[in-house]
């Protein structure tokens, strides 16, 4: 039976997309940590190419079919291929992928180890151009700060919250999520636990009151860790703490690439 091939027919508007393609999908992940053991998650893909303005539409199956080419469970490296392999099957010029996931990690209390486990969120991008692949691994991870303004004019006490800090980074070879993770919560006033005794709830309170920072401190923490990073090229990193006595967030961000003397600029 010959079928219509309506998304390859002509177009005449003569406008390029420059993505279009699937997202939503929910696949299984196995990423190894740095122990080298594998965690089985499942990830949430997004595949997409560009498409000239002189086609109608891209082929969606095609990009299922390169996912589920990999079989049931994809693993980093063959995920890394994918965006080729779209450039190919697809006939485009630029292709790109998301995976966004859980990561999680058993975190000992600090006074009585009690063992509990705390998510993180990743998202890895990868896009391929010609001969050119760029891979952003981006990791979410949430923090105790205690505010510096707040402990220097109160008699009692200083306001705390919990926030979040976002860096993507670019690298010259592959950096353990845990890595970032660990530069991430070292930055913070007090890293946070999934399960916290009376003992540990009061050395939590004691360090974070000990060590307050803004979201401006924050990011300077974590920017500054970045650029001692042998490996990190480039880095974007955003702190965004959820006030506990304001009906709004402080939010604060520095994108640049990694330089070895900051006097350069």
Known sequence: MSLTDTQSELDHRRLPIDRVGVRGVQ?????????????????????????????????????MQVLHSHGSELTV????????????????RRAHLELRF???????????????????GV????NAEADQTDFVVTVSVPVTTLCPCSKAISDRGAH???GVVTLAVR????????????LI??????????????????FVTEAAYDNPVFVEDLVRNVALK??????????????????????HNAWAMIEKPKVDNPDRE
Not at 38 to 51: E, I, N, W, Y
Not at 171 to 182: G, H, K, N, S
Request: glycine letters at 2%.
């Open 27 to 63: 696949f299984p992940l196995s990423i190894a940590d740095r122990e080298l053991r594998p965690q089985h998650t499942v990830a949430t893909v997004s595949m997409a190419v560009d498409l000239p303005h002189q086609y109608k539409g891209t082929h969606m199956s095609r990009f």
């Open 77 to 92: 490296a063959n995920a890394a291929a994918i965006p080729r392999e779209l450039l190919n099957r697809l006939e485009a």
């Open 102 to 120: 859980p990561y999680f990690r058993s975190k000992a209390a600090p006074v009585t180890g009690t063992q509990g486990l705390l998510d993180y």
């Open 123 to 126: 998202l890895f991008e990868i």
């Open 160 to 162: 705390n919250q919990r």
């Open 171 to 182: 690298f010259t070879q592959p950096v353990w999520l845990e890595d970032l993770i660990e």
């Open 185 to 202: 919560e070292s930055s913070a006033s007090s890293p946070l636990y999934s399960i916290l005794k009376r003992p540990d709830e009061k």
């Open 226 to 247: 970045a650029n001692d990073h042998p490996h990190i090229t480039w880095y974007r990193v955003e702190a965004e703490n959820y006030e506990s006595i304001h009906n």
